[in-house]
């Protein structure tokens, strides 16, 4: 299963769960993350996941909603452009910890608009995955 095929499943399944990895995270990746964050990833998987999916879809994909924000409705296409942000971002920083105490790490990349894409950082399991993504208009 790819990303597009885990979308797919998510909005057609809401109420149902699965996880998909993207990839092993590799060296320079690893070094260039500690770099920006101070986070050693060693050892890690990026991974994605429906409920993530939906989380994006419901609270960024709404049009209305988001011009009133100052941003752009995130569409199901928007997620196969996860791959490029992180392999060529504009930024990397440590963006804090979520509502569960685990660390984040933020991705942005502008090009036409900023894409923001957030991963939480799952210890106990070496994984980094998905916590939200979302995109503004370019100043």
Known sequence: MN???LVNFSVANKDKYQKITINELEKSEVENIKTHTNIDL???KRV???HAINHVIKNHGNVKREILRGQIAMNEEDFEK???I???PDTIEYAGKNDIGRDLIKFTQSKE???IYVEEVRSGKK???LQTLYKQ???
Do not use: L, N, Q
């Open 3 to 5: 990303i597009k095929d």
């Open 42 to 44: 060693t050892g890690y």
């Open 48 to 50: 994605m996941d429906s």
């Open 82 to 84: 996860i791959p490029e």
């Open 86 to 88: 992180i392999a060529k």
């Open 113 to 115: 608009e900023k894409i």
């Open 127 to 129: 994984e980094v995955a």
């Open 137 to 139: 208009k370019v100043r």
